[in-house]
């Protein structure tokens, strides 16, 4: 596909949900930011697809290093298998499919306007790497195959919420099921400062999983802004040695860990998500 230049690309879009807009990074040639109803969804760099700008893809960059080895999924034997709940304009998929040969990712996104558009100007590689699928998260996810994906990303946000119907108990037990053998369950949860949500998200996930972890920047923790929170969730013990937590430590935005006791001193009482 010949790629699109600055020209062509810049500009808003009418799309299924609203309006999508596409600006010129200026820290860098063709690099692009894509806002969806003027909230920034998603970070392009065409120039370097395993270029991550958001720091909440950057730290789930580590659990693909450590956690599923370039040598063993190597695209031959054996290929990785990633779902993404909430495509946006598909950086997480750009980045797997830069870094695993012969990956096969499906990419699920509600708006089917804003597929074609992120599909058209994005150099997203074609089925069978990356197939995007247009349809609704809370409904793809329970008819999927039993032990099908590897990896199952959730980042869907409808403004600057997650709807409620892929947070609960049943939906976490849907991905469980998804998942095959060791695969991991990663989700960007957005959250206010009292961090009620994200409480609540850690509550559902330890109902289901054997294994619970969390990143975010220090200040996300203790409580002082509005931010993100990365959730890690597997039946199977995660790679969270020291190396792990290096790579984190030493990200250009550095963020912290959070495993085990840790996880269940941040519950702190709450809920599970059900109904």
Same mark, same amino acid.
């Given at each position: ?37 003027? /909230? @920034? ?10 270029? +991550?700008? &958001? ?7 580590? *659990?693909?290093? &450590? ?5 063993? &999924? ?16 598909? @950086? ?18 509600? %708006? ?7 599909? #058209?100007?994005?150099?997203? !590689? ?7 699928? =247009?349809?609704?998260?809370?409904? /793809? ?8 994906? %590897? *990896?199952?990303?959730?980042? /869907? ?5 997650t709807p409620r119907e892929l947070t609960t108990v049943d939906y976490a037990r849907h991905a469980q099921r998804v998942l095959d053998v060791g695969g991991t ?22 109902? *289901? ?20 929170? =990365? ?6 013990? +995660?790679? +969270? ?6 790579? +984190?430590? #030493?990200?250009?935005? !550095? ?10 001193? &941040? ?9």
């Amino acid at each position: 596909m010949a790629r699109s230049d600055a020209a062509t690309i810049i500009g808003q879009y009418e799309i299924d949900t609203g309006l999508a807009e596409i600006e010129a990074d200026p820290y860098g040639a063709g690099r692009y930011i894509l806002k969806v109803n003027g /909230v @920034s969804s998603s970070h392009i760099d065409l120039n370097d697809p395993s270029f +991550l700008d &958001f720091e909440y893809m950057r730290w789930m960059e580590p *659990v693909f290093d &450590f956690g599923y080895p370039r040598e063993l &999924f190597d695209g031959r034997q054996r290929k990785l298998r990633v779902l993404h709940l909430g495509g946006g304009g598909c @950086s997480m998929a750009r980045w797997v499919a830069a870094s695993y040969d012969n990956a096969r990712q499906v990419v699920v996104e509600l %708006d089917a306007k804003l597929a074609e558009l992120v599909r #058209t100007h994005f150099e997203i !590689p074609r089925s069978p790497l990356v197939r995007l699928r =247009v349809g609704d998260a809370g409904q /793809v996810l329970p008819g999927l195959s039993d032990h099908s994906r %590897d *990896v199952i990303i959730r980042d /869907v946000f409808a403004g600057n919420t997650t709807p409620r119907e892929l947070t609960t108990v049943d939906y976490a037990r849907h991905a469980q099921r998804v998942l095959d053998v060791g695969g991991t369950y990663l989700i960007n949860c957005g959250d206010t400062a009292d961090l009620a949500g994200a409480r609540a998200e850690a509550a559902t996930l330890s109902s *289901v999983f054997g294994h619970v972890a969390m990143i975010a920047d220090p200040p996300m923790f203790k409580g002082r802004r509005y931010g993100n929170i =990365v959730f890690l969730a597997s039946d199977q013990p +995660l790679p +969270l040695g020291a190396a792990f937590e290096r790579n +984190l430590r #030493t990200a250009p935005l !550095p963020a912290q860990l959070v495993s085990g006791t840790g996880v269940e001193r &941040f519950i702190a009482g709450a809920a599970p998500i059900t109904g």
